[in-house]
């Protein structure tokens, strides 16, 4: 009944605290789409097909020093499971030792050990020595589920840094593949700016015959040298943007730099495949990300519970069992030289219970902290998709339109140069088309690009590429 009544005061003693409730419910659909079906049922393999670009992947998932570290914060983790649940079991030690005491005779131990013989008359030495060994063992009991509420929040950060792991598996395959995709975008810049440097060559040369026969003036010469001079020093800019490309792949793969295995042609060719979003839903169980911030949630309102469990009494009992003698031929006589104890305390906090208290508080702050990132996990996974599969659609829109201006400005150059030919076109004319063929051409590389990396970020953004 008294240790009831404690446990009763004690209780009422607890702050009460305002907790907050996470927020999951998402909209019915993205952009009024029905269908529940999802890509990232799709193993990566499956969804990205160029040979290339699987190795590269292969060979990162196995290298990627980031990946590695990553592996290691979860052992880390596993680890503190481990100890957590080592904190609930009784913690038993053995333990010996030998020593010695010379008392002072005109003391109560010193007159109390001259008048008590060992044996018959034999007075006990000056010097006692003093031999033991044995165990001890102490426990608390888990009477408020502290202990056990701490490990279940260890397994949660656990299986959390599972998650960011899944995450980053998820983030590193759709970084190679965008990175690949701008390698090969680059590719095709290179070969379209050294086909139109060549075109460029040979109007150059015609522009000087007609100099000589003085049908142009030495004005048109310096501007159509001045065109190829300035295309000649682009083509350095795309080379040393192909040489980082292979170098960042080179580092996502956990390589030193080299050239990156591929084969740019029928890149613009490239179709991705129709994209199937499913259901907001679903993100909450493909998305390792959201599920890593509801596994942190989790075990932030464990930690409340631990914190709160502190307020109340501990139990805890120890006992120790051995043997002690003054005198090693004596060690192991039994039951003279036999020791043993048990004993039971209940300790709880009673004046000064501010840390405590502020523990307590901020446990439950980093819980609401933890509803909210939760909640903005789920939103950001939301609108990234959404902003994905737009992109999707008005890429497709875009590279047809693009297509199509690049084929008119094609056509105009071979127009132009006629006409210049003729006498009926003058040289700004022809020099105007070409560039703004080239600059057509280059939109349409990088729109494509754009259109491929919409195709990678939407398989990230819907939850693929981890399983």
Not at 263 to 276: K, M, R, T, Y
């Amino acid at each position: 009944m008294i240790i009831g009544g404690i446990l009763t005061l004690w209780a009422c003693k607890t702050p009460t605290l305002v907790q907050k409730t996470e927020n999951t419910d998402v909209p019915e659909s993205f952009n009024t789409s029905k269908d529940t079906v999802n890509v990232v049922k799709m193993n990566w393999k499956e969804y990205f097909t160029d040979p290339h670009l699987v190795k590269l992947i292969d060979v990162a998932l196995q290298n990627n020093q980031e990946l590695n570290i990553m592996m290691q914060e979860i052992e880390i983790a596993r680890n503190e499971i481990r100890a957590r649940k080592g904190e609930y079991l009784p913690f038993v030690g053995i333990v010996a030792g030998a020593g010695g005491e010379k008392v002072g005779r005109y003391t109560s131990q010193g007159a109390n050990d001259a008048t008590t013989p060992i044996r018959g008359s034999k007075e006990n030495p000056e010097f006692l020595p003093d031999f033991m060994f044995g165990a001890h063992a102490t426990w608390e009991i888990d009477i408020w589920n502290k202990l056990h509420n701490a490990k279940k929040a260890a397994v949660s950060r656990y299986l959390a840094s599972v998650e960011g792991k899944n995450f980053m598996v998820t983030n590193l395959i759709a970084e190679i593949a965008n990175s690949y995709y701008e390698l090969l975008a680059l590719d095709n810049q290179l070969t379209i700016l050294k086909r139109n440097i060549k075109i460029q060559s040979n109007a150059l040369k015609i522009v000087r015959l007609q100099k000589q026969s003085a049908r142009v003036t030495e004005l048109a010469v310096r501007r159509f040298e001045a065109q190829v001079l300035s295309t000649q020093s682009i083509q350095f800019e795309i080379e040393q943007k192909i040489t980082e490309a292979e170098n960042r792949i080179h580092f996502l793969i956990g390589e030193f730099p080299g050239t990156i295995v591929r084969d740019h042609s029928g890149f613009v060719d490239l179709e991705p495949d129709a994209i199937q979003a499913g259901i907001p839903a679903q993100l909450l169980t493909n998305r390792p990300d959201i599920k890593q911030a509801e596994l942190e949630l989790a075990a932030a309102k464990l930690d409340v519970r631990v914190a709160k469990a502190r307020f109340y009494p501990s139990l805890g009992l120890s006992a120790n069992i051995g043997y002690q003698a003054f005198n090693a031929k004596y060690l192991l006589n039994t039951p003279k030289s036999l020791l043993y104890s048990l004993a039971g305390d209940l300790t709880a906090p009673l004046i000064n219970r501010n840390a405590i208290k502020a523990d307590y508080y901020n446990a439950n702050a980093k819980q609401i902290q933890a509803v909210y990132n939760y909640e903005r996990t789920i939103l950001n996974a939301y609108v990234e998709v959404v902003n994905k599969l737009s992109k999707i659609s008005n890429m497709k829109k875009s590279f047809d339109l693009k297509q199509k201006e690049v084929n008119a400005l094609t056509e105009s150059i071979t127009i132009s140069n006629k006409l210049f030919m003729s006498a009926r076109a003058d040289y700004m004319e022809v020099l105007l088309t070409q560039r703004d063929a080239l600059e057509s051409k280059f939109e349409l590389i990088e729109t494509k690009k754009n259109q491929m990396n919409a195709f990678v970020n939407i398989y990230k953004a819907l939850g693929g590429g981890w399983n």
